[in-house]
């Protein structure tokens, strides 16, 4: 993915560079919202090294574009997961292949992590590993999985089964699973 151009004043900052988009605005805004109210004030160091926290915090950001972005994304890649979460690109693979993250293989044969996972800190969802064994026990659509935590639904309240489980209400959602695959395999 190419790195966007910006523009500006800033030292060091090429003067061939584009303005920030606006979500990048706002997000810069609300970053320094946060340390002006307080809640983040007060926790850096005045020799703390700013250029790698600055990388760890846009290791946390999705930056993986797909076609499903509107339904499941935004995605991270394995390199920058693996970056945010401190972790090695085979810890992901052990976590992906014991149901304690999604990844979904992509056109080029590299998996993608739907971001909806996670929480803040990157911890993954609590009881995912027991809903993907509900509502795809063969493992065959791991997609469709991934479709299913992410949509809306009445009996969440009008919220995910993913946000469910972030929000405590693990047995909802094993219940749900567990009316999903049967209906499932009943149609099959």
Known sequence: MATPQRSGGHAGAPAHVDALSPTEEALLATLRQRFVLGRIGG???DDTDVELLADRM???LPA???EADALIGPFYD?????AWRGVTRQALSKATAKRDLIGLKIGDGSLVFPSFQFGASGS???NLRQVLALIDPDRIDPWG?????N???DEFGGTTAAQALRDGRAEQVLAAARRAAH???ADA
């Open 151 to 153: 949509t809306v639904a």
């Open 145 to 149: 999985s991934a479709l299913w935590l």
């Open 183 to 185: 209906a499932w395999a």
């Open 78 to 82: 394995t390199p920058s997961l693996a």
């Open 58 to 60: 846009v290791a946390a």
């Open 124 to 126: 993954p969802l609590p």
């Open 43 to 45: 926790v850096l160091a």
């Open 64 to 66: 993986v574009k797909h």
